[in-house]
C-alpha cells in the first residue's frame, strides 16, 4: 500500500480539528444569544428576589465581575444592543422596569439615593465544565440597602435556573 505522508498528514489535521470542539464540553462553548438573555433575566429576577429594592432599575450596559464580590478584577465587556433588547424582552411580565445605562452619571441618582429606584451590575457568564453558568450581581439603592454575589445557573429542559451560588455574598 503506498501512502503519501501529505496526505495522512492533511487528512490527521482535519480529524484533529473536528474532534476539538467535542473533547472540550460544554464548559468551552460560546452560547447563544437567546442563551445569555434568558442567563442575565434569569439573575435579575434572582437579584431582585435576594435583595428586594424599588421597582425602577437602571442596568449597567457593561460587565463588571467585582459585582458580586465587590473586590477584585473585572474583565469588562459592553454588551450588545441586541442583546440588552433581548434582555429585557425576556424579562416581559417581571414586575419592575428596567433601563439599559452606559454610565452611573445617566442615572436619575436623587430617584437612587432616596431609593426610588436601584443600580443593577451584572457580570461576565462563566461557562463552567459541568454545563453551568456563574455570573455575579449586584444592586443598590440608596443608603438603604444593596448587595451582590455570583450566581449558578443550569440548563433544565431548554430555560436557565438560578440554582446557587458560589463565593463570597457582599450586603451592605
Not at 4 to 17: E, H, I, K, Q, V
Not at 58 to 78: C, E, F, N, P
Request: aromatic share 8%; charged share 15%; with cysteine.
Amino acid at each position: 500500500m503506498n501512502v503519501n505522508p501529505g496526505r495522512w498528514l492533511s487528512a490527521l489535521f482535519l480529524c484533529t480539528l473536528l474532534a476539538i470542539p467535542a473533547s472540550c464540553g460544554r464548559g468551552s462553548s460560546v452560547l447563544a444569544e437567546t442563551d445569555q438573555a434568558q442567563i442575565y433575566a434569569s439573575v435579575i429576577r434572582q437579584l431582585r428576589h435576594d435583595q428586594g429594592g424599588p421597582s425602577v432599575g437602571y442596568i449597567m450596559g457593561h460587565t463588571d465581575d467585582t459585582a458580586g464580590t465587590a473586590s477584585g478584577d473585572s474583565d469588562s465587556k459592553v454588551l450588545p444592543e441586541s442583546l440588552k433588547e433581548a434582555v429585557l424582552t425576556a424579562l416581559a411580565g417581571t414586575p419592575g422596569e428596567y433601563t439599559w445605562v452606559s454610565q452611573f452619571s445617566e442615572v436619575p441618582h436623587d430617584a437612587v439615593f432616596s431609593g426610588e429606584s436601584c443600580q443593577i451590575i451584572l457580570g461576565n457568564i462563566r461557562l463552567q465544565k459541568d454545563g453551568s453558568v456563574h455570573v455575579a450581581a449586584s444592586l443598590f439603592y440608596g443608603g438603604t440597602g444593596g448587595g451582590g454575589t455570583t450566581y449558578v445557573l443550569e440548563s433544565r429542559n431548554g430555560v436557565w435556573t438560578v440554582t446557587g451560588t458560589t463565593g463570597p455574598v457582599w450586603i451592605s
